[in-house]
């Protein structure tokens, strides 16, 4: 059920007999000269729409709320596009309409986390709302770093508009995304390393991955085993690992 098509009476309707409600998280920012500046806010939206079907052949509903689009990217934001909102600003913005949900009874809320920038805020966030309703509690689920195992089991390599990104872009949007400037390498630094516009170095045009093996088919295979694996935990299910 996503949650901006019902109306008020239908949505009360429905949380009395649902507890979950999925949040999508994204990011507005530079993934290369090849993909969208939404592409940290499709991946989850597509996810979550998969995970609510998934749930439905297994008898379970779940709510899905609207997306928080922007989100924190400091270091991307060296680029065009990027729109960065500071993490004091998104961590209490992303609590507030926590709190809304708990307020509403929902005993789950899941952040469908698209960005890696989002982490630390999300994490913040999720603590203060547990500390105040002890009865709801918050999963953060960052989709290509707990489901690392399967993704690298389809892909060679995963990264910022990156083999597994470009490949669910592909499976999902493939109209917006120009293969032929998909092109990157990984880097890594030894330590954090946190100053203005970093991401030039360690983003070059905004990747940090070898881009160029990414195809529709292995997006397909990510976004088909990390749906599941969500929807089977989310279900309460074992999750096959
Ligand atoms: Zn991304």
Redesign the pocket.
């Known amino acids: 059920m996503r949650m901006e098509e019902l109306t008020w009476p239908e949505f009360e309707k429905l949380k009395g007999s649902v507890d979950t409600v999925i949040l999508p998280v994204g990011s507005v920012e530079a993934?290369g000269r090849h993909l969208p500046l939404g592409?940290?806010t499709f991946a989850p939206l597509e996810i979550a729409k998969r995970v609510e079907e998934r749930l439905q052949e297994l008898g379970f509903g779940v709510l899905v709320a609207p997306p928080v689009w922007y989100g924190h990217t400091f270091v991307l934001n060296a680029y065009p596009g990027t729109v960065n909102v500071g993490g004091g600003a998104f961590m209490a913005y992303v609590r507030e309409i926590m709190r809304e949900f708990a307020v509403e009874g929902f005993r789950r809320i899941v952040l469908l986390n698209?960005?890696g920038g989002n982490y630390s805020p999300l994490v913040l966030a999720a603590e203060e709302v547990a500390q105040e309703f002890p009865e709801t509690e918050v999963w953060l689920v960052n989709w290509w770093l707990d489901f690392r195992e399967d993704i690298l089991s389809v892909c060679s390599s995963q990264g910022?508009?990156g083999e597994d990104?470009t490949s669910v872009m592909l499976a999902i949007r493939p109209g917006l995304v120009r293969m032929e400037e998909a092109r990157g390498r990984k880097r890594r630094s030894k330590v954090r390393v946190i100053k203005r516009d970093v991401g030039r170095e360690l983003f070059p045009d905004g990747v940090n991955d070898d881009p160029s093996g990414a195809t529709a088919e292995k997006g397909e295979a990510i976004l088909s085993v990390v749906s599941e694996k969500i929807a089977r935990l989310i279900a309460g299910e074992n999750d096959g690992t």
Do not use: L, R, S
Request: charged residues 25%; proline residues 0%; glycine residues 12%.
């Open positions: 993934h592409t940290d698209g960005h910022h508009a990104e």
